[in-house]
């Protein structure tokens, strides 16, 4: 068993605008485990590609951390800035402009961050827990590089073992000993793709654990459900197929569309939020 005298590591990377995904899945994870747990949000300033991509305000980190500390007092929120790493890496590459943010790159720099632990975990912004999300830490990491639940559409379309990214357990030790995200840097570098970061993540790895679908459940939420992504995917709407993205903080859409209340309660803390601090929440 892991020794919870540390805190387990959760890593998001976004901007301020998106700061409403950012809070309701952070205090999700908080509300959902009794270990101490530390969030830490990779960001930066792009706002010369586009205006809106400004980084998470240290406020923004203030309201979060007083949120999660009402479950347990040594939580704690952090904002690492990576607008260094980002200018000398992804800048002008093939893939610095693709149908994704520049902040989905950011997790590649995790080897870069000044005292990242050994062992930690990365969540989309588009991630709600259901579950304590110590049953995905727990999970031993000493051979693989990491683990993650195997992606819905590219295990059909792409290859049977290709991955989702949005839920990474991470050893960081392994991945810093074998180089592993510079390989990836270089293959984004190199290769044009529609998921640059993810393919890189599959195509650069020498071993990765394939995870259970609880951890990274991306259609319906099922009984044993850890992790619900609320990614992009494919429904039956009458009269005919429809590819929809959905994402948690579009509370109306996750009711009427998807049918899904089970995060009700935190969508209500953020409004209460929201009402206060309507420029935080955007």
Request: hydrophobic share 35%; net charge positive.
């Amino acid at each position: 068993m892991i020794d919870y005298k540390k805190t387990i590591p959760i890593y998001y990377a976004g901007n301020s605008v998106i700061f409403a995904g950012i809070f309701m899945s952070a205090y999700s994870v908080a509300k959902t485990t009794m270990h101490p747990i530390s969030i830490n949000i990779l960001t930066m300033d792009v706002t010369e590609k586009d205006p809106k991509f400004t980084p998470v305000t240290s406020q923004q980190r203030e309201i979060l951390e007083r949120h999660i500390k009402q479950f347990n007092p040594q939580n704690m929120v952090r904002i690492i800035d990576m607008k260094d790493l980002y200018e000398k890496h992804i800048k002008n590459t093939k893939n610095d402009n693709t149908i994704y943010t520049p902040y989905s790159m950011l997790r590649l720099f995790m080897d870069k961050v000044e005292d990242i632990e050994d062992k930690c975990i990365y969540l989309d912004i588009d991630t709600m827990v259901i579950k304590d999300i110590s049953e995905l830490y727990d999970i031993d990491m000493s051979k693989y590089e990491y683990g993650a639940a195997l992606d819905y559409m590219g295990k059909t379309w792409i290859n049977r073992d290709y991955c989702n990214s949005g839920v990474l357990l991470l050893n960081m030790k392994l991945i810093k000993e074998r180089d592993l995200f510079s390989k990836c840097f270089e293959h984004i570098r190199t290769h044009r793709s529609l998921l640059p970061d993810q393919t890189a993540l599959y195509r650069c790895v020498q071993d990765k654990l394939i995870l259970p679908d609880k951890f990274n459940e991306q259609r319906n939420i099922k009984g044993d459900t850890v992790v619900k992504h609320f990614c992009k995917g494919v429904k039956w709407w009458k009269p005919i197929f429809n590819v929809y993205n959905i994402k948690q903080w579009q509370i109306e859409e996750v009711h009427k569309k998807l049918k899904i209340y089970d995060f009700d309660e935190i969508y209500d803390v953020m409004n209460r939020e929201r009402q206060k601090n309507p420029q935080l929440f955007k």
